[in-house]
């Protein structure tokens, strides 16, 4: 009895544990750290070849991402719901809901609170904080070291390129990208804590200069896409386990019974009171061939509380084997699932490989399309500003005053004597019967003209006099060139809102906010900078001259200012030996250097010819320029000599005044036959990657390691596959099957297994196939399904090969067409420069020197879009093939290994270009005030805004013809001479020492064009 006992009482203590062990179950911790041991081993699995080893198979986000969950996995907190649906949640139709959702806590918001971090903000829970809008950054307050809570901190001062960086919203605002945008996260930055904190101005996070590869490596931290991509790997391995643990021992027992328990109390007054505790536990498996077999043991215990207090106990021991014989029988039907999701976990890893190919060459064209619409707004300014100076220079020569007007008078009023105020300038020609005005009128002195007399004759004439003196002359030519200046203003604006949505959208695609403050590294621009900055400035400091030389008195200079503006020019002859002989030097030994590299040999003949036959008329013209500035280099140091002698006599000082003029007109054209040099060489030195691949390699090789391909086509045999899985299940079902029991008499022993308690059953189950319609179409559409998948592969062949045919040929014909652009920026410039010349030559005006401009500056701005154009459009087309190829590999930091990208990755500067000073061009033109001046053309006015042009000044005398005819006005401007030698020496025009200077002259490529002398003595 006591050896009973003790077993009753173990197998009660058993039967106990294993119930709660059922009612408890495992953590949610464990299994999914289960799941996670099960999916990392079967993804590592798979990682059987370099074509498609991926570096990161943890479906964990990285912790600096937006979308990373920082909570417990398990029991995080709940996220922020919306308050009408929330609702919902406490009480719905009247019914009182759950009372405890809230317990884990609440989070802040859905976003990653620590994202943030890496800009040095930390954050905090705040209380009591009314929040405008889920996705504003105003959700979340900050502190810093010391405790301080406010919404953004200035924690740094640190501006390394690339990096976060806490930026005040007034610099965001006074950013040229920016200045026409309307970011919420400028507009209103809301402050927890002292504003004191913030003395400097709000500041909120941003990245500035961003490089290439530095979006890569947001991309993949932040990209929603890459993340769901990895999410799918890990899915398609959890389905993998699954079909693979169904061929282990599970605990199921016969008819795929779980382990269970059940406990039943059962009380009757004057009658029965027992507990009766019953509980099974069974081992199942399913082996290849289609065989499985189970085992289970139940229990049935009774205590009876009546009676004597006394328990029952019996067992059984059941097992059962079935074998299908045809439908479902054989290794190729019951390993089918397993098989698919074998593969299905190689495709998943091949499609991860293939989209991280693909996710940076999306990337990357991205960021090069967002540097053409840059460079595409720089040409736009820089147009503008060109047509702007036109618009000047035009309209200076076409209002310009003559000396002395007149109006037809027949006679002067009786007794009128001309007053002192105006007897100067007011003339009557009793002869001719004109009424003669020189020079130009005071408000004074129209007063007075208008008061000298009441005749009506007289005072029309006076009215006529001052008319004209009012009316702004404006030809033809400068209201087209105003017209077009409006025209690509508008344009201007456009693009550089368009380039504000691209930039907005790329952010999105980097898995950034949008009112993320961002600006690019346009290092990769630097070769399209056909003009150095340095350049640029020497030319603007030489206009700059002008006030310095406009102070001296034309009739007395004086000797100490003499020397003066003396020292100011000899100062900037220097400057520009250094920031413009020398450096158009360099870039001329840069292009010899280019000439004796291999990639020139590499050209056509005919290339290689054109820029031998381009580079040597450079190489005389740059001679011609250093000839002239050593001959201008002499007269200055004469000049400095000469004024060095303190009695020094007026004719000598008034000479020297005029050498001064001349020397800054002659420092001028040096700067500008530079710019024309440095223009042609720099356009040489402008390379394209080289792609070698015959059309044929290129195909076959994309043929042979497209992973996609190679998932298409393993997809046909999974279809075919499929064929012979339904054809099975047309068949009829022949299961062998095997059972027993094995039971124990009612007694106190559960384990007193006897063979007088035991049954054997043995038989065939036979189903027949007849109501098999549903099979039949199953079948039917599997065959259907095959042949759709054999024809997606050839299509997908096909297209494959299409992409890397057209990708190939475009490389063929872009690279052809950027030696073309090359030569389009020289002729456009060479355009432009003569229509400038034609223009201010003298008796240039009238014509179509407005539709010579205008057509000239559309080349020059075709001209330089196409080539930054044709640049991006040939290295996109490289990306995409080499990509489509399947040859593309990509680095475990997402940069694809090829010498250019990873040299970018190291510098982000093209190969053999150093950086030079950012350019001073800006996004967005600052404001300009403007007037409302009218263009009249053919009697009908129109109004037209544009900058503000100063009024022009000069000299000019009039010729009358016979009373009733048209008089002719003749045009003689001092000073200066036209830019290169433009007309005859005392055709000048300046306007310096009047307030007016024009801001651009012609390059000099006519010069150019005809390898004549830059400066002539």
């Known amino acids: 009895m006591r050896v009973a006992d003790c077993v009753h009482r173990s197998v009660l203590l058993l039967s106990i544990a294993t119930t709660m062990l059922m009612v408890c179950g495992c953590s949610r911790a464990f299994w999914r750290d289960q799941a996670d041991d099960d999916a990392y081993r079967l993804m590592a699995e798979k990682q059987t070849s370099p074509e498609w080893h991926v570096p990161r198979m943890d479906i964990t986000p990285d912790p600096r991402s937006r979308f990373s969950d920082p909570y417990d996995p398990d029991y995080g907190p709940l996220p922020p ?71 953004v901190k200035h924690v740094a001062d640190d501006d390394t390129d690339g990096q976060f960086q806490l930026i005040s919203s007034e610099e965001i605002a006074n950013d040229p990208a920016y200045a026409a945008s309307s970011s919420p996260l400028i507009e209103s930055i809301p402050v927890h804590g002292p504003p004191a904190v913030l003395d400097s101005g709000a500041f909120v996070p941003g990245i500035k200069n961003l490089k290439l590869f530095q979006a890569i490596e947001l991309s993949y931290i932040h990209s929603r896409a890459y993340q769901t991509q990895i999410e799918d790997l890990y899915l398609a391995a959890l389905d993998l386990s699954f079909d693979r643990f169904r061929f282990n021992v599970r605990y199921l027992g016969i008819g795929g019974n779980e382990p269970s328990a059940t406990a039943t109390h059962t009380s009757i007054p004057g009658g029965a009171n027992n507990l009766a505790l019953t509980t099974s536990l069974g081992v199942s498996q399913l082996l290849p061939a289609g065989t499985q077999w189970a085992v289970e043991l139940a229990n049935n215990t009774v205590w009876l509380f009546a009676g004597g207090n006394t328990s ?73 500003k060109q047509l702007s100076e036109q618009v000047l220079l035009l309209r200076t020569l076409a209002s310009q005053m003559p000396e002395e007007i007149s109006e037809r008078l027949d006679a002067l009023p009786p007794g009128l004597v001309f007053p002192p105020d105006v007897a100067g300038q007011l003339r009557y020609d009793a002869q001719q019967k004109l009424l003669y005005w020189k020079g130009g009128m005071s408000n004074e002195q129209e007063i007075v003209l208008r008061s000298l007399s009441n005749d ?30 409006a025209t690509r203003q508008n344009q201007l604006q456009n693009s550089q809102r368009a380039y504000a949505d691209a930039l907005d959208s790329y952010k999105i695609s980097l898995g950034l ?24 400035a020497a030319e603007e400091s030489i206009d700059d001259l002008v006030s310095a030389w406009a102070e001296l008195d034309d009739d007395n200079p004086d000797l100490a200012h003499l020397r003066r503006v003396t020292s100011q020019y000899s100062a900037q002859r220097d400057m520009l030996r250094r920031n413009g002989l020398q450096l158009v030097q360099t870039d001329l030994n840069r292009v010899d250097e280019f000439i004796a590299s291999d990639a020139f040999h590499e050209k056509s003949n005919a290339n290689r010819e054109r820029v031998l036959r381009d580079v040597a008329r450079d190489r005389r013209l740059l001679n011609s320029v250093n000839d002239g500035f050593r001959l201008i280099s002499e007269d200055l140091d004469a000049l400095v000599k000469q004024l060095e002698d303190d009695t020094l006599g ?9 050498t001064l003029a001349e020397l800054r007109e002659a420092f001028l054209k040096i700067s500008q036959n530079l710019q024309v040099i440095q223009i042609g060489l720099r356009v040489e030195l402008i390379g394209l990657q080289q792609f070698s691949m015959s059309l044929d390699d290129a195909v076959k090789g994309g043929l042979e390691r497209r992973l996609d391909l190679k998932n298409a086509r393993a997809a046909v045999m999974d279809a075919r596959r499929a064929v012979e899985i339904a054809a099975n299940n047309l068949k009829g079902v022949l299961d062998l099957r095997f059972e027993g029991n094995i039971g124990t008499p009612t007694g106190n022993n559960p384990l007193d297994f006897r063979g007088a308690n035991s049954s054997y059953r043995a038989g065939v189950e036979l189903t027949t196939p007849i109501d098999q319609i549903d099979e039949r179409n199953a079948y039917r559409v599997a065959q259907i399904n095959y042949q759709r998948a054999r024809r997606t592969y050839m299509e997908l062949e096909d297209t494959i090969k299409q992409e890397i045919r057209q990708s190939w040929r475009q490389l063929q014909v872009l690279k052809t067409n950027f030696e073309t652009s090359r030569q389009a920026v020289r002729i456009a410039a060479m355009e432009y420069d003569q229509a400038v010349e034609q223009t201010a030559a003298p008796g240039g005006q009238g014509g179509n020197q407005g539709l010579n401009l205008i057509n000239a500056l559309n080349s020059v701005l075709s001209a330089q879009n196409s080539l930054i154009g044709i640049w991006i459009d040939f290295e996109e087309s490289r990306l995409n093939i080499h990509r489509d190829m399947g040859m593309m590999e990509v680095d475990v930091e997402g940069m694809w290994i090829d010498p250019q990208y990873q040299q970018l990755k190291a510098t982000d500067f093209p190969p053999d270009l150093q950086p030079v000073p950012e350019t001073t061009s800006q996004l967005f033109l600052p404001k300009i005030q403007s007037d409302d001046f009218t263009t009249h053309q053919n009697n009908q006015a129109s109004n037209i805004v544009g900058p503000e042009l100063p009024a022009p000044v000069g ?28 007309g005859a020496t005392g055709d000048r025009i300046d306007s310096g020492r009047h307030g007016w200077t024009s801001r651009k002259r012609p390059l000099g490529l006519s010069d150019h064009a005809g390898d004549r002398p830059a400066v002539q003595r």
Request: charged share 20%; net charge negative; hydrophobic share 40%.
């Open 955 to 982: 000299r000019a005398t009039s010729t009358n013809g016979a009373p009733g005819t048209e008089r002719n006005i003749s045009i003689r401007l001092p000073n200066l001479p036209f830019p290169q030698g433009g």
């Open 312 to 384: 029952t106990t019996a067992s059984t021991l059941s097992y059962s084997l079935v074998q299908p014989l045809f439908q479902g029988a054989g290794r190729k039907i019951v390993l089918e699932d397993l098989t698919q999701s074998e593969r299905n976990l190689l495709y998943a890893t091949r499609t991860l490989a293939r989209f991280r190919k693909e996710f940076f060459t999306s990337t990357a064209n991205d960021f090069l399309q967002l540097l053409q619409q840059r460079q595409s707004i720089y040409n736009q300014q820089q147009n503008i």
């Open 513 to 536: 906010p949008p009112d993320l403050f961002l600006t690019l590294n346009e290092s990769l621009l630097e070769p399209f900078q056909l003009i150095d900055n340095r350049l640029r």
């Open 650 to 658: 007026l004719e000598a000082r008034r000479l020297a005044s005029r």
């Open 456 to 485: 009506v004759a007289f005072i029309a004439a006076v009215d006529e006099l001052i008319q004209i003196l009012k009316t702004d002359v404006v030809t033809l030519d400068v209201a087209q060139l105003e017209s077009q200046l």
């Open 81 to 151: 719901d919306d308050p009408a649906a929330h609702t919902y949640m406490h009480r719905m139709g009247g019914i009182n809901g759950y009372k405890s959702w809230h317990k884990l806590g609440e989070a802040l918001a859905i976003e990653n609170p620590h994202w943030l971090n890496s800009f040095g903000l930390v954050a905090t829970e705040v209380a009591n904080v009314t929040f405008e809008r889920e996705s504003d950054l105003s959700q979340l307050s900050f502190q810093t070291g010391n405790g301080t809570s406010y919404a």
